[in-house]
Antibody, heavy 121, light 110 residues
């Protein structure tokens, strides 16, 4: 059974940093691309970032480019999202999602339950 | 403003059929596969359709997908109250090298 477990909810001040983790199990982690998707309060889904199975290719939404870094440790079956210079508009539920293929361009066939990130003073 | 355009809401009676549209551009829907997701508040989104018209195992054939040019459509027949949720289309933007979603459509089963 595929399972994706994101790190616990967090409260961080504007301008601060935070690293999210997503522990994966139930599939060959290194064979699949992974992504982060978020949902701000009252808003729709927003794709944030994607990474190839090897970790050699990474992609970002314009809204987070230069502030967020996606990475993965295939030896630990874990996906990360390092977030810096956080803004109030980064507040939302962050989902870890498995892509149905090696490259990040595919569909998301499994999702984690999400972790709430609140950026507020 | 979302990159892909969906109607904010649709509604229909139980047992009826509804369609949800998703429109984009050639760099998005035009040249890439479309997927559809069902999302209930507080839960993980669920994949309904991938590669324009394929259903994952466990998804009933009441759900269908199609694509034509730069638009895609999700169809749901035999509506049930349990189908009430937000529905999102998604694809890849080849010009931006980024994933994109529609703004979401809230389905109400009257």
């Amino acid at each position: 059974e595929v399972q994706l477990l994101e790190s616990g909810r967090s409260l961080v001040q504007p301008g601060g940093s935070l690293r999210l983790s997503c522990a994966a199990s139930g599939f060959s982690f290194s064979s699949y691309a992974m992504s982060w998707v978020r949902q701000a309060p009252g808003k729709g889904l927003e794709w944030v970032s994607g990474i190839s199975g090897s970790g050699g290719s990474t992609y970002y939404a314009d809204s987070v480019k230069g502030r967020f870094t996606i990475s993965r440790d295939n030896s630990k079956n874990t996906l990360y999202l390092q977030m810096k210079s956080l803004r109030a508009e980064d507040t939302g539920v962050y989902y870890c999602a498995k892509v149905g293929g090696w490259a990040p361009e595919g569909y998301f066939d499994y999702w984690g339950q999400g972790t709430l990130v609140t950026v507020s003073s | 403003q979302s990159v892909l355009t969906q109607p904010p809401s649709v509604s229909a009676a139980p047992g009826q059929k509804v369609t949800i549209s998703c429109s984009g551009s050639s760099s998005k829907i035009g040249n890439n596969f479309v997927s559809w997701y069902q999302h209930l508040p507080g839960t993980a989104p669920k994949l309904l359709i991938y590669d324009n018209n394929k259903r994952p195992s466990g998804i009933p054939d009441r759900f269908s997908g199609s694509k034509s040019g730069t638009s895609a459509t999700l169809g749901i027949t035999g509506l049930q109250t349990g189908d009430e949720a937000d529905y999102y289309c998604g694809t890849w933007d080849s010009s931006l090298s980024a994933g994109v979603f529609g703004g979401g459509t809230k389905l109400t089963v009257l």
